[in-house]
């Protein structure tokens, strides 16, 4: 709901680097504490991005899964020659992220699942399953080879990553992805995605 004049400028260097931005129901309706909290009229807008008042998750949460709610949510996020940099099949309860950095091997990409399924009554983790995630490479990553390896935190403290299995991780040079199917885990998995090849874990082509 509360936007500041700061926050507003940095969704708009977003959107005009190639971001998308989709907000729903009041989200932006007021100024941030600088104001007050004063009502912002008529509401932010960002060109390139998709502002709605409808509020089509609570609708979907409240509804039990509302299926035209379900359907909004797709819709508002479907945009025309643009796809996701990320896709997988993690359930809920598993957080997915994306990282680009380096180190001194070079430059690295790292895809991080934590698990949050806690069974209350017991205070314990259920198990992550073995998930498929799909990412779409950077640029600069297209037709190269690359490699991928992982490691948990149930790993003996010095152990290298581990390898995925050839058959785990594939690469799709012509639409620039590759496709990771992890183990099951259960705290956290990190993978690692390396180009060139040479520094740990099986080539993947």
């Given amino acids: 709901m509360t936007l500041a004049d700061a926050d507003?400028?940095?969704?708009?260097?977003?959107v005009e680097g190639g971001g998308r931005v989709v907000a729903t129901g009041e989200t932006g309706t007021r100024y941030g504490p600088e104001r007050y909290l004063a009502s912002r009229e008529p509401g932010f807008s960002l060109p390139g991005a998709r502002i709605v008042a409808d509020k089509p998750?609570?609708?979907?949460?409240?509804?039990?899964?509302?299926?035209?709610?379900?359907?909004?949510?797709?819709e508002l996020l479907d945009w025309a020659g643009w796809t996701p940099r990320l896709e997988t099949d993690a359930p809920a309860t598993v957080g997915v992220n994306l990282n680009v950095r380096s180190d001194l091997s070079g430059p690295l990409l790292t895809l991080d699942l934590n698990n949050a399924d806690l069974d209350v009554a017991t205070d314990t983790l259920r198990s992550a399953p073995a998930?498929?995630?799909?990412?779409?490479?950077?640029d600069e990553w297209r037709r190269r080879e690359l490699q991928a390896s992982y490691v948990t935190p149930e790993m003996q403290d010095g152990a290298p990553p581990v390898p995925l299995a050839a058959d785990a991780a594939t690469?799709?040079?012509?639409?620039?992805?590759?496709?990771?199917?992890?183990p099951a885990f259960e705290t956290c998995l990190i993978v690692f995605l390396r180009s060139p090849a040479g520094q740990g874990g099986e080539a993947i082509r």
């Avoid at 507003?8 to 977003?14: A, H």
């Avoid at 998930?131 to 490479?137: D, E, K, M, N």
């Avoid at 690469?171 to 992890?182: A, I, M, P, Q, Y």
Wanted: charged fraction near 35%; charge should be positive.
């Fill in 8 to 14: 507003i400028s940095e969704l708009r260097r977003y």
């Fill in 171 to 182: 690469v799709d040079h012509e639409r620039g992805t590759v496709r990771l199917r992890t």
């Fill in 57 to 74: 998750g609570v609708t979907y949460w409240r509804n039990e899964r509302d299926a035209t709610a379900a359907r909004r949510m797709a």
């Fill in 131 to 138: 998930i498929t995630t799909t990412i779409r490479l950077p």
